[in-house]
């Protein structure tokens, strides 16, 4: 998945007329479907989802492992690096919180995650931002399973930053240092990706 052509087609700096819409954004009452590659199809039988610490792995968790761990309901905004926003989104999940202390872990072992997903994708976002109830695998959707076409059967969801780093599909969040980019942050997208700084691509 390399090569992908970057567009600036975007509306540009100014905020929006809503306090909780960052700049350059504009509400939306759908769930636009975007992704780096096709989607894959569902396996739940031989589904994992597993943490490393560099290429040594800490846990993992069949969906079923994984349906048992307690769950969290959220309600969040999130932003589209494409300058869509759509407000009060429902998701249940595992918090990051949660999978941590399931794998025996009092603190993220390296402050950086590589997350890989089904299909090869991969993002990159440090251990802090996924602490503290920011950050879960969700696996459903205003009450139903998440749609593949969405990211089931389970994502990343990261709302405080642009939604490519909410990955869909994943599979491992590898615990790592240095930091390692990701496949848009490699394509020209910004390392970390803040909505409210409008930290769109590198330089931004």
Request: glycine share 10%.
């Amino acid at each position: 998945m390399t090569g992908a052509p970057i567009s600036r087609g975007f509306r540009g700096r100014g905020g929006g007329t809503n306090s909780r819409v960052p700049p350059g954004q504009h509400l939306v009452e759908d769930f636009p479907v975007l992704s780096a590659g096709p989607t894959p199809p569902v396996d739940l039988a031989n589904w994992r989802l597993s943490l490393d610490d560099g290429d040594s792995p800490l846990a993992e968790w069949t969906w079923q492992q994984f349906l048992a761990l307690p769950q969290t309901d959220l309600t969040v905004d999130i932003h589209c690096v494409t300058t869509w926003s759509k407000l009060d989104t429902h998701w249940k999940g595992v918090s990051i919180d949660t999978l941590l202390e399931a794998a025996g872990l009092t603190e993220p072992p390296q402050p950086y995650v590589l997350a890989h997903c089904d299909g090869g994708y991969t993002t990159n976002i440090p251990a802090e931002d996924l602490l503290d109830g920011k950050a879960m695998i969700a696996f459903e959707f205003e009450g139903e399973e998440l749609d593949p076409e969405h990211g089931g059967p389970a994502r990343l969801l990261v709302p405080h930053l642009y939604f490519w780093k909410s990955a869909k599909w994943v599979q491992k969040l590898q615990f790592v240092d240095p930091e390692i980019p990701g496949f848009w942050e490699e394509n020209g997208y910004h390392i970390y990706g803040d909505p409210w700084r409008e930290q769109r691509y590198d330089g931004d």
